[in-house]
């Protein structure tokens, strides 16, 4: 047995695994080409049975207790040794690599995430289809967790834009549509009304598709937002704070 409970000798469902690859291009594709846009993407996460679901952490577990910070987004580098080693645990096949079924069990056992969502995150991360993350998706993704789970992903889309742009194209055509969006809405929390903003104010083009510049736009002009909603929370703290010294 593993450190999360799973058989060593469990074989690869690698026919679920493609056949799931296979579903999430041919529907990103699909909606990217018609005229639905954002309705075009709902459709796409329900037929693939993740809509609706938010991620969280499960409390006491590994990640639970590593710290993100908070202005870059990254992990310090003690955290950093105390995952590469957690990693290594998990690494029951001795090859600096994750299958997919060892990747499974991770997330399941981290996260409450379903098996669907666990599979595209899966193939999100596995970009060559060879079956295997390595370490540096793996540091990836569990930065993406942290700042799910800290309220952070603006923060983080605007810190590393580059490497969620990759991420998010899952053709390598250099543009990302709704349904991109909506597929990985679970991990990143973008709302249906921003979404709708962000390609009529961002898409220059025309084509329903955001190219990286005109993804970088917007990942500045929501860090904005953030930044000016963190503004007004301190500073209605302070006056909430004012006007109790004041009655006492």
Known sequence: MDVLG????????QGHLCSTRRKVRS????????????AAAIQVARALGIKGTIMKLKEGSFLWYLYLDKL????????VKALVEYFYLLDVHRKKTLNDVLFYHFLHHVTNLKRNQITIVFNMLDWNAVGEIGFDQFYMLVCILLARENHLEEQFIFRHSRPVFELLDLDGELKIGPAN??????????KKQQLRELYHDFDITGDRLLNYKE???FTIFSMDKY???QKAEREGGRLCSKRCHIKL
């Open 27 to 38: 529907l990103a594709q699909h909606s990217a080409k018609g005229s639905g846009g954002v």
């Open 6 to 13: 799973v058989p060593i000798a469990v074989q690869r469902n």
């Open 215 to 217: 993804f970088k736009l």
């Open 72 to 79: 870059y987004c990254l992990l310090s580098v003690r955290n």
């Open 227 to 229: 930044q000016e909603r």
């Open 181 to 190: 969006f909506h597929m990985y809405n679970f991990l990143f929390n973008i």
